[in-house]
């Protein structure tokens, strides 16, 4: 099984400051398929980026994926108060489908 | 809207049976996989398995194989998950969701399991 590891485990900033969260995973994710959610205390996770890169349909540009291989970066430019919240990684490219820890983003 | 629209909340006692669905409109149910993923209190997301609604094909992560049931009737564009006995530690949020890589989700159902 291909394990994720994020980090960190918790995230302190302000609104408007840049957020970055890792996600890396113990062998090479199969054509980059690599997806990212965030979840709300009380919600069902939200899907915002898959392909490593590619924002899923009405996410904001503030939110940003990058990376391949084994090494991915989820990035929020500058954030605004409802971004704070949990943020998983998965890889999807090989079964079994794997999420990482999550990092929480919380306010500083 | 595409949307899938979970059965409610469960309390159940150790050893008893239970099925939940997940029901899928707004777009073909035939053209998706669908999946469940597990998350106990306070913990996060763990993906249990994914059935492909046209033939049934079904895969399961080997933390949940022998489990769990999953399965789906097309007519009626809906998936299920089951459990043959449970146990307490079936505690937790289930979610359904689409495809591989997850882009709906279902509400999700709490199933509380009492010994």
């Known amino acids: 099984d291909i394990v994720m590891t994020q980090s960190p485990d918790t995230l302190s900033l302000s609104p408007g400051e840049r957020a970055t969260l890792s996600c890396r995973a113990s062998q090479s994710v199969r054509s980059n398929f690599l997806a990212w959610y965030q979840q709300k205390p009380g919600q069902a996770p939200k899907f915002l980026i898959y392909?490593?890169?590619t924002r899923a349909t009405g996410i904001p540009d503030r939110f940003s994926g990058s990376g391949s291989g084994t090494d991915f970066t989820l990035t929020i430019s500058s954030l605004e108060p409802e971004d704070f919240a949990v943020y998983y990684c998965q890889q999807y490219g090989s079964s079994p489908l794997t999420f990482g820890g999550g990092t929480k983003v919380e306010i500083k | 809207e595409v949307q899938l629209v979970q059965s409610g909340a469960e309390v159940k006692k150790s050893g008893e049976p239970l099925k939940i669905s997940c029901k899928a409109s707004g777009y073909s149910f035939t053209t998706y996989w669908i999946g469940w993923v597990r998350q106990m209190p306070g913990k996060g997301l763990e993906w249990m398995g994914i059935?492909?609604?046209?033939?049934?094909?079904?895969r399961y992560s080997p933390s949940f194989q022998g489990q769990v049931t999953i399965s789906a009737d097309k007519s009626i564009s809906t998936a299920y998950l089951q459990w043959s006995s449970l146990k307490a530690s079936d505690t937790a949020m289930y979610y359904c969701?689409?495809?591989?890589?997850?882009?709906?989700w279902g509400q999700g159902t709490m199933v509380t399991v009492s010994s």
């Open positions: 392909g490593a890169s």
């Open positions: 059935i492909n609604p046209v033939d049934s094909d079904t």
């Open positions: 969701t689409r495809q591989w890589n997850h882009d709906i």
